[in-house]
């Protein structure tokens, strides 16, 4: 059972190395002496000394463990965990914490798979208890705002929406763990899936379902994508990442993301409605802007107005909540319930639905895993246009920028442009879709 009563949130963080030492600044940032609203509890690293936040975490005097079953077999405890580990390791560890009277805030992608989503689901409802995906674009006031614009019917019917993004990696990008590029862990044999649409490049992918969603705390699920996966570096998995899906609602959904191209390209996104077109281009205009077919503008901000750990401060906010609730009643902490699906039930509560809970999140995952069952292998760029950064260990495809951008402008995919090196892949169907690989478990 989590803490209850009154007393800052109690945190264990599950990560401290990579992104996690960022979540772990964030949380202490919000830890001032005088009014703290959350403490650490303890953290969770198998390689935690070689954090550049150890110093700072061994300061602290908490327990360090390198499992997260270790740390609450001990009898710890945590209101809430913050869990920024490789992503093969995400679901499982939810799990466990959930199981152990913590609520959950998991840095993004959900998972790797479908049935893994499913999984994560059915153990937050057996548990009572709340799961929060760190999308942080989910957490930005401008999205928001555009997406209750989008619910509204402000823009009329939703068409199209596009996403792309171009960013160059070097080689050392895919030394840095043991788990870059990779389809499968070798370790443990769980599915990976690292690519642009599963890791860096994820946010842009699910904020074109999450904008599009229903209610404000689920996104629109595609019932079937085709996808183009491509590599130029000696990896498992790919690194350029081209889709096509189509949404429940009928919506086409393009994304393009690549990490060897010649030139970086900013996130950029463009939402096509019957009565207006929405676009966001960090190049250009900074802003979100909508324009209607009378020319007239409504602008938005960008979505990194918003902070990026706004995500935390809400998980933290919500963990505090459900303190305080506890502890007014011998309801057990578990009463502070997410319904993500029951939104009136939620409200009766008198707790609004989590706004990125795993059903918002999962339509990136589906969407993924029917890109990887679009095509047989992933495909690799000809030597006669990969190309060596001069000084450097970048690999970069010769005028794959112009063709992704070319193929953003046109709603195409590099295939039905005429790319020499392009191989279409096959249309997924994703009604009845809950297993990776091959849609159906056998």
């Known amino acids: 059972m989590a803490e209850t009563g009154a007393g800052p949130v109690s945190v264990l963080m599950v990560a401290i190395g990579g992104y996690g030492q960022h979540y772990l600044n964030a949380l202490l940032a919000l830890t001032p002496p005088e009014s703290p609203r959350c403490r650490l509890a303890g953290v969770v690293d198998p390689q935690a000394m070689q954090s550049p936040a150890w110093p700072i975490v061994s300061a602290l005097d908490v327990p360090v463990r390198s499992s997260i079953e270790e740390f609450y077999a001990e009898g710890h405890r945590a209101d809430l965990a913050v869990i920024s580990s490789p992503i093969h390791w995400h679901v499982p560890q939810t799990i466990t914490a959930l199981s152990r009277g913590s609520a959950v805030l998991c840095d993004k992608p959900l998972g790797a798979t479908i049935q893994e989503a499913e999984d994560l689901i059915r153990a937050r409802r057996q548990s009572g208890s709340w799961v929060m995906i760190g999308y942080q674009w989910s957490f930005s006031s401008a999205i928001l705002t555009l997406k209750r614009d989008v619910r509204a019917g402000l823009f009329g019917r939703p068409i199209r929406a596009s996403a792309l993004c171009l960013w160059p990696r070097e080689a050392g990008y895919y030394r840095r763990n043991d788990w870059a590029g990779r389809l499968r862990d070798e370790a443990t044999g769980r599915w990976v899936l690292d690519g642009p649409?599963?890791?860096?490049?994820?946010?842009?992918?699910?904020?074109?379902?999450?904008?599009?969603?229903?209610?404000?705390?689920?996104?629109?699920?595609?019932?079937?994508?085709?996808?183009?996966?491509?590599?130029?570096?000696?990896?498992?998995?790919?690194?350029?990442?081209?889709?096509?899906?189509?949404t429940s609602g009928g919506v086409e959904v393009l994304f393009y993301a690549s990490h060897v191209t010649e030139r970086s390209v900013s996130p950029r996104f463009r939402l096509e409605f019957e009565d207006a077109v929405i676009t966001w281009d960090e190049d250009e205009e900074k802003e979100i802007?909508?324009?209607?077919?009378?020319?007239?503008?409504?602008?938005?901000g960008a979505p990194d107005d918003t902070p990026q750990f706004q995500k935390l401060v809400a998980a933290i906010e919500r963990a505090s909540e459900c303190r305080e609730r506890a502890g007014q009643s011998t309801a057990p902490l578990s009463a502070c319930r997410e319904r993500a699906t029951e939104s009136t039930a939620s409200r009766r509560d008198g707790l609004e639905p989590i706004i990125c809970g795993p059903e918002a999140a999962m339509s990136q995952t589906l969407c993924v895993n029917a890109m990887h069952d679009s095509i047989i292998g992933i495909n690799t760029f000809p030597s006669t246009v990969v190309r060596r950064q001069e000084g450097s260990e970048r690999l970069f495809v010769a005028g794959l920028d112009d063709i992704l951008l070319g193929c953003y402008a046109k709603g195409i995919l590099p295939s039905e442009a005429g790319?020499?090196?392009?191989?279409?892949?096959?249309?997924?169907?994703?009604?009845?879709?809950?297993h990776f690989p091959g849609g159906r478990e056998k």
């Open 419 to 434: 790319a020499e090196w392009a191989v279409a892949g096959r249309t997924v169907d994703l009604s009845g879709y809950h």
């Open 289 to 300: 802007v909508a324009v209607d077919r009378k020319g007239r503008r409504k602008r938005y």
């Open 197 to 246: 649409a599963n890791n860096a490049m994820a946010h842009f992918l699910h904020n074109l379902f999450f904008v599009l969603g229903p209610e404000m705390h689920l996104s629109a699920c595609p019932l079937s994508v085709q996808a183009e996966l491509y590599r130029a570096y000696p990896i498992e998995s790919c690194d350029t990442a081209v889709c096509r899906a189509v």
